[in-house]
């Protein structure tokens, strides 16, 4: 599926990939129609709030070292970058960077600017980010309100380039437009695809490695540099100057299909290089495809075979002990949709039974037009697993918990992981994308199992102490009752 970045803005996930927030069954029905083009989304006539597309692009390029953003919205729309202020300040430590908060402004939309509009108030907004951060690049992230009463972004920064000599990118991921707020990655990307990525110079033995925040940057490093290649982590932490050579780049790889397809996609089709399309470097199969996609990229096949096989020989003995200790463990995964499908053959791989599945949204395909690889391992696995599509709606995963009381709860936001502990279920929660990675990580994460499933006193003292404010007659219906039939 082409990429047009002719265009100022990237179509929803809905409308480009026929993305889904509502579904309940199995894993493999889930593949089947949605490789026989019969899958459609439910709505639900009851829901609880959400995240938002325009959050996940303005915090997601709040992480760039020497760039700015302007949030052109009320002021309530940067509420959720102090989570990510938090997120970036553990990152900086881990990379021994300068202590500081991100370089983030709000243009404080109110009433009066819905009826008269507020270019006046972006344009001073811009100039003030530039005054006080002095940044490489400045992005301007629209919302509901801005994009509901037309501000002209584009012409708004067109006015002020002559006068600010620093590329100023527009990212249009007003939430109202898409239920799946991973879109909002793919506004980020498409905005630095069309204002920052030029051209290649040269090709260099660089890799892009697309990830979040997560902390295995020097693991990566030594790994790559004996097959004779340098990382560039993106997007947070690395510089606008990385950014614009990322299309001189020996390979793209991502930690998580969801993030990555998007930009390595775009730039293996507009500057041909190549997008490693792989599971995720989660647990042994997971690591190894995505080792051997790389080495295949880049010509390494040979120098990668024999890394794989030094390092599966190394964690043989302790993953043959966890499995012997982690056999007969049921438990439930919710995640993102990349990391649940993951993180359910990672777990399988740890010798736990997976009873249920269940991701934020499900992407049936990916932009280069191919499922995500992480659903057709599943669909080729000889057991089928229940599964089933949310945007986050807690109520139906603790009236799921509650009936399946499953042995374990695996979870990648904090707040649903939480919830899971209030019911007195043993939870993790995969806070940094490196958990499990490669070979080592997954022996690390199999003994993080084990202490959860062998320490439960701080969940039995708190489910004991605990009002849930969920009802009998809630707990005791179908956990998808207000799950509407298919809408188109």
Not at 53 to 81: E, F, K, M, R, W
Not at 114 to 134: D, I, M
Request: charged fraction near 20%; hydrophobic fraction near 40%.
């Amino acid at each position: 599926m082409a990429i047009n970045l002719e265009l100022p803005e990237v179509a929803i996930r809905e409308n480009r990939l026929g993305s889904i927030t509502g579904y309940q069954g199995s894993i493999r029905d889930l593949g089947s129609r949605a490789a026989g083009c019969s899958l459609q989304n439910k709505g639900r006539c009851f829901s609880q709030a959400s995240a938002c597309s325009s959050g996940c692009a303005q915090n997601y390029l709040s992480g760039i070292v020497d760039a700015a953003v302007v949030n052109h919205a009320p002021v309530g729309c940067v509420g959720d970058s102090a989570g990510a202020n938090e997120q970036d300040k553990w990152g900086r430590k881990v990379r021994g960077l300068p202590y500081r908060n991100i370089n983030i402004l709000n243009t404080n939309m109110v009433e009066e600017d819905t009826v008269f509009g507020a270019v006046a108030k972006l344009k001073g907004a811009v100039r003030e980010a530039y005054r006080r951060f002095s940044p490489k690049a400045v992005f301007v992230t629209t919302s509901c309100v801005s994009g509901i009463i037309g501000e002209d972004i584009v012409s708004a920064l067109d006015e002020l380039r002559e006068e600010i000599p620093v590329p100023l990118v527009p990212v249009f991921c007003e939430g109202f437009k898409s239920q799946i707020w991973a879109s909002g990655f793919d506004a980020a990307f498409h905005a630095l695809l069309t204002g920052i990525v030029n051209p290649p110079e040269k090709k260099t033995n660089k890799v892009n490695l697309i990830n979040f925040r997560g902390s295995a940057r020097n693991q990566i490093t030594a790994m790559l540099a004996r097959f004779g290649l340098e990382p560039v982590f993106m997007v947070p932490y690395s510089s606008i100057d990385e950014l614009a050579r990322a299309s001189e780049a020996a390979a793209t790889i991502s930690i998580c299909g969801t993030l990555g397809g998007y930009f390595g996609n775009a730039l293996e089709q507009r500057y041909g290089v190549p997008y490693v399309k792989a599971l995720q470097p989660h647990g042994v199969s997971g690591t190894d495809n995505w080792l051997r996609g790389l080495g295949a990229a880049v010509g390494k096949e040979a120098e990668v075979e024999a890394y794989i096989q030094e390092e599966k020989a190394r964690i043989a003995s302790d993953l043959s002990e966890l499995k012997g200790k982690l056999a007969g463990t049921k438990a439930v995964v919710g995640m993102g949709p990349s990391f649940a499908h993951d993180y359910i053959r990672t777990l399988q791989e740890l010798g736990v039974e997976i009873i249920w599945g269940a991701s934020w949204h499900y992407d049936p395909q990916y932009d280069s037009g191919h499922a995500p690889e992480t659903v057709s391992h599943l669909l080729e696995a000889g057991k089928d697993i229940p599964f089933s599509v949310a945007d986050q709606q807690v109520f139906e995963m603790m009236n799921l918990l509650n009936k399946l009381k499953p042995d374990l709860y695996i979870g990648r936001h904090p707040g649903m992981t939480v919830w899971a502990i209030k019911l007195g279920i043993p939870s993790i929660m995969i806070g940094d994308e490196y958990t499990a990675y490669g070979y080592q990580g997954l022996v690390d994460f199999g003994f993080r199992v084990l202490d959860a499933l062998t320490n439960r006193n701080f969940v039995k003292k708190l489910s004991a102490r605990v009002k849930l404010p969920y009802t009998d007659w809630w707990l005791e219906q179908d956990s998808f009752t207000f799950l509407q039939d298919e809408v188109v």
